[in-house]
């Protein structure tokens, strides 16, 4: 059996180093938990012939997460594993539709590949529907013990392994930010998937820290790119003093919308990605792939 382990992400130091050192170690972590997935592939790979396959499995679009698509390459070389040299990448890319991603994960077994890299929860899903003797390496999971892709983190069990983000347990803390930034906060427009995996921990969380700050919540259920626009006049409509943003592969495929609709309607937004402060948003708190300390998280400001 190939070895698996589980390796999650702390909360880390607030600090201003740029992204592509932030991926190049996200990067680093998922090339070793493949590193270890692969145990059995490489061994067998020594025999004639016989070039290991990884399966790259993603909600998004190649160009959404074109940095840290190389990220991941780079980690891969430093691990000493090339593609096209001694390893294949067959790479999968759902586009913005999930509902693509089980025949995705479908094919990616029936091309018989030694590892599944998913990179976020719904392909994380698919993945593990399609096998349960391919390793899974997901790059990021809001809570995989709630979420039941594991047993417990020292000890996963299965065939799945990687990053936690944590995204559940520091939601509530951004809306504590938006709070700090906007003192008068009173209502927030909470926008959401609620068919994105971990949705129900993020917003169990923030509705937790709604309570103790005196904010009322608007959750808009988004499903789609078309549902954003009127999302945000549904916010502007109900007079909400804000805009909170939570972990959905429909916002990450779709940041420069949301951008330049918080700022036409004059609302501060608060992300949970670092890519949306570079497309000209407010602010971001979230995970810091940079670091493995027990610090706070990572908090991008528009300088």
Same mark, same amino acid.
């Given at each position: 059996? +190939?070895?698996?382990?589980? /390796?999650?992400?702390?909360?880390?130091?607030?600090?201003?180093?740029?992204?592509?050192i932030q991926n190049r170690k996200w990067a680093g972590m998922v090339a070793l938990a493949i590193a270890f997935a692969m145990c059995g592939a490489v061994a067998e790979a020594?025999?004639? +012939?016989?070039? @290991?396959? /990884?399966? %790259? *499995?993603?909600?998004?679009? @190649?160009?959404? /997460?074109?940095e840290r698509i190389e990220a991941f390459r780079q980690g891969l070389r430093e691990h000493g594993h090339v593609e096209g040299k001694n390893i294949i990448i067959e790479w999968r890319f759902a586009k913005g539709k999930s509902d693509r991603l089980p025949d995705l994960a479908?094919? &990616?077994?029936? =091309?018989?590949?030694?590892?599944?890299?998913?990179? !976020? @929860?719904?392909?994380?899903?698919?993945?593990?529907?399609?096998?349960?003797t391919i390793p899974i390496v997901t790059a990021q999971d809001p809570d995989p013990v709630a979420s039941g892709l594991v047993v417990r983190l020292e000890r996963p069990g299965g065939n799945i392994t990687g990053l936690s983000t944590l995204a559940a347990e520091i939601s509530g803390k951004r809306l504590e930010l938006l709070k700090e930034i906007v003192p008068a906060l009173s209502r927030v427009a909470l926008l959401a998937s609620s068919t994105t995996p971990g949705n129900?921990?993020? &917003?169990?969380?923030t509705e937790l820290a709604a309570r103790t700050l005196?904010?009322? &919540?608007? %959750? *808009?259920?988004? &499903?789609?790119? +078309?549902? /954003?626009?009127?999302? %945000?006049?549904?916010?502007?409509?109900?007079?909400?003093?804000?805009? *909170?943003? =939570?972990?959905? @592969?429909?916002f990450i495929n779709e940041r420069r919308q949301l951008v330049d609709l918080a700022v036409k309607s004059r609302l501060p937004a608060i992300y949970d990605r670092r890519e949306?402060?570079?497309?000209? !948003? =407010?602010?971001?708190?979230?995970?810091?792939f940079a670091d493995l300390s027990a610090e706070p998280p990572l908090t991008w400001t528009k300088s």
């Open positions: 059996m +190939k070895k698996t382990f589980w /390796i999650r992400v702390f909360h880390s130091k607030s600090d201003n180093r740029k992204a592509k020594q025999q004639p +012939k016989r070039v @290991p396959r /990884i399966g %790259y *499995l993603s909600t998004d679009s @190649p160009s959404t /997460i074109a479908t094919e &990616l077994v029936r =091309l018989d590949v030694d590892v599944i890299v998913t990179s !976020g @929860p719904a392909a994380t899903r698919a993945a593990k529907k399609a096998t349960v129900a921990q993020q &917003l169990s969380e005196g904010v009322q &919540l608007q %959750y *808009l259920d988004v &499903l789609s790119p +078309k549902s /954003i626009e009127p999302a %945000y006049r549904a916010a502007a409509k109900a007079r909400a003093d804000g805009v *909170l943003v =939570l972990q959905s @592969p429909v949306f402060i570079d497309d000209g !948003g =407010l602010i971001c708190y979230g995970t810091n």
